[in-house]
């Protein structure tokens, strides 16, 4: 599996938007702060935290005895420069090539 | 809320893997030459000894047109041992709020990974300084993809891997 491929596979999955928008809120959190109000065991969080900590999307830092994580916004960013981005000038250009096309034309 | 949380909350973490050397990786940041062709326009200039000086610079022109100073941040080095570790004192002087703020705290740790991969994590502490914080995070753009450190570690990667960075330089 690719980088961009971890990445997505994380996202896809509505748990696992929830514990980022938790760390958005708030980083630097420990396990038992993120599971509070989830309906899934202290098991099930973990699995999905594991699969966001293989995408880079969350890193883990200790903090005396306390294992916090942190949300990594930079593989998002990543796919953001690699996918959206890209997307986005290719519309703006076929509009900006429709005008030019538009306004050479005799009238 | 915990103290632990009080006091935690203030620390940005940020990590990339990028297919460089860990020497690549030092000197793309450390190195003026290196440094002025990603992130942000400007160069960053250090002595790399601790209590070493450190300054980033806009580019003059930038500077004048954005009514801002050509200085755009300092600190002090901590600790240097390269190509693994860099820790740094960091203060933003191109607006007076966020240099009121004081000196934060910056760790550049990269480690090698397998397949000539290196992580490179980068630790803001960011302690009393909820503006500067909000500069380096761009919070409210994240997931859009926001600026700040994620912007300008994403440029280092896309600079190291294709030899030219995604913003700034044409060509």
């Known amino acids: 599996m690719t980088d961009d491929d971890r990445v997505f596979k994380a996202l896809a999955d509505p748990t696992r938007r929830l514990l980022l928008d938790r760390l958005f809120e708030r980083d630097g959190r420990t396990l038992t702060e993120l599971e509070s109000g989830l309906e899934m065991t202290r098991f099930g969080v973990m699995k999905h935290l594991r699969v966001l900590e293989d995408a880079s999307l969350v890193v883990t830092r200790r903090s005396g005895r306390e294992k916090l994580h942190f949300l990594n916004p930079v593989p998002i960013r990543l796919i953001h420069d690699r996918w959206i981005d890209k997307y986005r000038e290719r519309r703006v250009s076929a509009l900006a090539d429709l005008k030019t096309e538009l306004e050479e034309e005799p009238a | ?171």
């Open chain 2, 1 to 171: 809320m915990s103290t632990t949380a009080d006091t935690t909350v203030t620390t940005q973490v940020y990590r990339v893997y990028i297919k460089a050397t860990p020497q690549a990786i030092w000197d793309a940041i450390t190195d003026p030459a290196w440094n002025q062709r990603f992130g942000y326009p400007g160069i960053s200039e250090y002595d790399l000894r601790p209590g070493g000086v450190f300054r980033a610079a806009a580019p003059p022109e930038m500077a004048q047109a954005m009514g801002m100073p050509e200085e755009v941040a300092d600190g002090q080095v901590v600790e240097a041992d390269p190509p693994r570790r860099l820790v740094q004192t960091w203060r933003f002087l191109f607006d007076p709020e966020l240099a009121a703020e004081g000196f934060t705290r910056l760790t550049w740790d990269i480690e090698e990974d397998d397949c000539g991969v290196t992580r490179l994590t980068v630790t803001h502490e960011l302690e009393d300084a909820p503006k500067t914080a909000a500069a380096v995070a761009s919070v409210a753009r994240i997931y859009e993809g926001g600026g700040g450190w994620a912007l300008t570690l994403s440029d280092l990667k896309t600079l190291l891997e294709t030899g030219s960075p995604m913003t700034g330089e044409q060509g």
